[in-house]
């Protein structure tokens, strides 16, 4: 990566983003929130509690991925545009 390149450094943005944004959001946070979610029997009163707070928070995080991804294309986008 050449950062003299016109568009480099909004390109290099977008695969930060991306990656801190998308990849580390999903193996830190929700693929913990989805395995504790199928280890737990939704037939218990923890169960239930646990879906509850799943809900809430993998769709937080999910909507923190959305929106980085997102603004990673708008960079690659930039990047691409600006060569």
Known sequence: LD????????????GVLYVF?????TMAVN????????AADPSTAHGAAL???YVHDWTRWNHV???ASAAACVF?????AAR
């Not at 944004?21 to 959001?25: E, I, N, Q």
């Not at 693929?31 to 199928?38: I, T």
């Open 3 to 14: 950062r003299g390149q016109p568009g480099a450094m909004a390109a290099l943005a977008g």
């Open 76 to 80: 690659f986008i930039a990047g691409i």
């Open 21 to 25: 944004g998308m990849f580390a959001v």
């Open 65 to 67: 991925r959305t929106v």
């Open 51 to 53: 879906w509850t707070r």
């Open 31 to 38: 693929v913990p929130l989805n395995d504790a979610l199928a």
